[in-house]
């Protein structure tokens, strides 16, 4: 009498079960190939009649009437340029950059002092410094909502970025075109070195559109006029006793951005802004700005020199007194991270 073998037992049943498997992906397969080719030769039957009534009609020396129900042919889709800068920011300025549909970004800006007070404080890297946290979405196409907080003046803001137009690879439309936009406040607590009379008091506002050309792989440049507004500002009084203002509540600039990019993930990157509206006292000076951008999957990094402070629009472009000429500088950074859902 032979021994049960377990083990042999246990090989053939799993033999047994492997051949049944591989019988049953066989015969949906041969079905599969059945309907295929069913498919095709009904296709072809129908091609034959269709060409056989075609050669009916000759014949006969009628013309069909043609099918006016049929759908016209698709237009061909607009390809448009991407990447024509890394990503929302360039150093103070946004960029004509949307990110794409769902995603959240969350920056980080750093602005630290001025360096020419040398090792002193570290070239600026121990004085105060200013920083701003972000965060934005896009909920829908080019689209873009946003809201910040910085440690200057407690100051808040809602923004929200809109792409009118874009750059198209064909060059049927050879600019992008983006709108950007803000509202601030000022939450700091009323007391004797604020001028808060109203909450409106309280709130500026930032509109800028960039326009913008990626000219090659390697090479992008965009300008951007801006128009600020303050509902209040601070005057003083004259020797008569009568209230005169130091600014205008209304402030026009215009920024001019580049980006060089020397390597897939890194670019240089420069800025220019320059005020354009002449106050009663104390203009505003122009900022130089320059640095590396350095870009992966989903973080962009920016670090360079410049001569704003500020982190939000409306200060740089009516308070900032860095002047370049006497090598007032600072370094500065931002980071962003992105995610897609």
């Known amino acids: 009498m032979k021994k049960y073998d377990k083990h042999s037992s246990s090989i053939?049943?799993?033999?047994?079960?492997?051949?049944?498997i591989a019988l049953c992906f066989a015969f949906v397969n041969v079905i599969a190939q059945s309907k295929a080719a069913k498919d095709t030769a009904a296709v072809t039957s129908a091609g034959k009649k269709k060409t056989s009534l075609k050669k009916a009609d000759k014949v006969q020396g009628t013309a069909t009437t043609p099918d006016t129900t049929a759908?016209?042919?698709?237009g061909k889709k607009k390809s448009y340029v991407k990447n024509t800068f890394e990503g929302n920011f360039i150093i103070d300025n946004q960029t004509v950059m949307v990110p794409i549909k769902g995603t959240f970004e969350f920056d980080i800006q750093h602005r630290f002092g001025t360096v020419n007070n040398g090792f002193s404080d570290l070239f600026g890297l121990f004085q105060g410094a200013n920083m701003k946290l972000g965060f934005s979405y896009t909920p829908v196409s080019n689209l873009q909502v946003g809201f910040d907080a910085t440690n200057e003046n407690m100051e808040v803001d809602l923004n929200l970025k809109y792409a009118i137009l874009k750059q198209t690879k064909d060059g049927s439309m050879p600019l992008s075109v983006t709108y950007f936009g803000n509202a601030m406040a000022d939450t700091r607590k009323k007391d004797a070195n604020t001028v808060f009379v109203t909450v409106s008091d309280r709130f500026a506002?930032?509109?800028?559109?960039?326009?913008?050309?990626?000219?090659?792989?390697?090479?992008?440049?965009?300008?951007?006029p801006s128009y600020t507004h303050?509902?209040?500002l601070l005057g003083y009084q004259d020797a008569a006793g009568n209230v005169k203002p130091i600014f205008n509540n209304d402030n026009f600039s215009i920024a001019a951005s580049g980006r060089y990019k020397i390597s897939d993930e890194s670019s240089i990157i420069v800025n220019y802004d320059q005020p354009l509206t002449q106050n009663p006292a104390n203009n505003p000076r122009p900022n130089i700005s320059f640095g590396i951008d350095m870009r992966t999957s989903g973080h962009d990094f920016q670090i360079f020199f410049g001569n704003y402070s500020s982190l939000m629009p409306e200060n740089n472009?009516?308070?900032n007194q860095n002047d370049y000429r006497k090598g007032q500088f600072l370094i500065g950074f931002n980071i962003s991270r992105l995610w897609n859902f």
Not at 12 to 20: D, I
Not at 71 to 74: E, G, H, K, T, V
Not at 219 to 224: D, H, I, R
């Open 12 to 20: 053939a049943g799993f033999a047994r079960s492997c051949l049944l």
């Open 71 to 74: 759908a016209a042919p698709a």
């Open 205 to 224: 506002y930032f509109n800028q559109i960039i326009i913008a050309r990626k000219f090659s792989d390697k090479f992008s440049l965009q300008v951007a």
């Open 230 to 232: 303050f509902n209040d």
């Open 317 to 319: 472009n009516l308070f």
